[in-house]
């Protein structure tokens, strides 16, 4: 089945262009120029990504963003801007962006975020279907096949049905907060520096996003920890990165042979 990406432009000319280029790599394009356009489509059309401008006909397409994590859904999202500060990017990311990138940008690039995009898009839906093959030990993602679920207090991470649970509750994380929490977990204690945590889980090695780690580290904590201020599970070390800690070693629940 083709995978349909929303493209939200205000500017006709780049949204000729960023749809043209779309449908080369294979997608079905559903084109909008404003916040309305957007929502019409969520509703009426069946969406795997979003390309998302900030400047939208009637808003600022951070809006949409938001808006798209409140529904919990894990639609990915690549936002476009002409807005190039650290300010404007992490505002972006904070709002729920899974990437972004910043005009005017190259046909190359635009093409590997996107296929980056619906690789995890891929990846989601395989966990979920129990059909991801077995990972290499350098990847972060916790494999379907010979794959252990981890019990820490009070939380559960089953790589099998792509679900995690806090005290008995399912909490949705988009497949990159999914990624990233793996990655931490199946090695406690572990610290992870921005740049390993953006090879692994972002399949990038520009260090002008590493406040995408930042932002997706923060989005994680406000989900699972009570007072993200003093974090239980997801701790920074300052100056190196992160790591996932907690006071019990943890549990094997289930390991499934292949």
């Given at each position: 089945?083709?995978?349909?990406?929303l493209?939200?432009?205000?500017?006709a000319?780049?949204?000729?262009?960023?749809?043209l280029?779309l449908?080369?790599m294979?997608?079905e394009v559903i084109?909008?120029?404003?916040?309305e356009?957007?929502?019409?489509?969520?509703?009426?059309?069946d969406?795997?990504?979003?390309v998302?401008?900030?400047?939208l006909?009637?808003?600022?397409g951070?809006?949409?963003?938001?808006?798209l994590?409140?529904?919990?859904n894990?639609i990915?999202?690549?936002?476009?801007?002409a807005?190039?500060s650290?300010?404007?990017?992490v505002?972006?990311?904070?709002?729920?962006?899974?990437?972004?990138?910043?005009?005017?940008?190259?046909?190359i690039e635009?093409?590997?975020?996107v296929?980056?995009?619906?690789?995890?898009?891929?990846?989601?839906?395989?966990?979920?279907l129990?059909?991801?093959?077995?990972?290499?030990?350098d990847?972060?993602g916790m494999?379907?096949?010979?794959?252990?679920?981890?019990?820490?207090q009070?939380?559960?991470?089953?790589?099998?049905?792509?679900?995690v649970?806090?005290?008995?509750?399912?909490?949705?994380?988009?497949?990159?907060e999914?990624?990233l929490?793996?990655?931490?977990?199946?090695?406690?204690?572990?610290?992870?520096?921005?740049?390993?945590?953006?090879?692994r889980?972002?399949?990038?090695?520009?260090d002008g996003?590493?406040?995408?780690v930042?932002?997706?580290?923060n989005?994680?904590?406000?989900?699972?920890?009570?007072?993200?201020a003093?974090?239980?599970?997801?701790?920074?070390?300052?100056?190196?990165g992160y790591?996932?800690?907690?006071?019990?070693d943890?549990?094997l629940?289930?390991?499934?042979?292949g």
């Amino acid at each position: 089945m083709q995978q349909s990406v929303l493209v939200l432009e205000d500017d006709a000319d780049i949204l000729g262009l960023i749809a043209l280029h779309l449908k080369v790599m294979g997608f079905e394009v559903i084109k909008g120029t404003s916040l309305e356009d957007g929502y019409r489509a969520l509703v009426n059309e069946d969406i795997s990504a979003v390309v998302l401008d900030r400047g939208l006909d009637d808003g600022d397409g951070k809006t949409f963003c938001e808006f798209l994590r409140q529904q919990e859904n894990g639609i990915p999202v690549l936002m476009l801007t002409a807005l190039d500060s650290e300010s404007d990017m992490v505002e972006g990311f904070e709002a729920g962006a899974d990437d972004y990138l910043a005009k005017p940008f190259s046909v190359i690039e635009f093409q590997a975020r996107v296929r980056a995009l619906m690789r995890r898009v891929s990846l989601h839906s395989q966990w979920q279907l129990g059909t991801t093959k077995e990972s290499s030990s350098d990847t972060c993602g916790m494999s379907s096949k010979h794959s252990t679920s981890l019990l820490f207090q009070h939380l559960e991470i089953c790589p099998e049905t792509h679900s995690v649970k806090l005290e008995g509750r399912d909490i949705d994380l988009t497949p990159i907060e999914f990624s990233l929490l793996c990655c931490l977990a199946k090695r406690p204690e572990r610290v992870f520096s921005k740049d390993e945590l953006l090879s692994r889980v972002w399949n990038t090695d520009y260090d002008g996003y590493r406040h995408t780690v930042c932002c997706a580290i923060n989005r994680l904590r406000s989900k699972l920890e009570r007072n993200p201020a003093t974090p239980k599970y997801i701790h920074t070390v300052w100056g190196v990165g992160y790591k996932f800690s907690e006071p019990s070693d943890p549990v094997l629940l289930r390991r499934v042979n292949g």
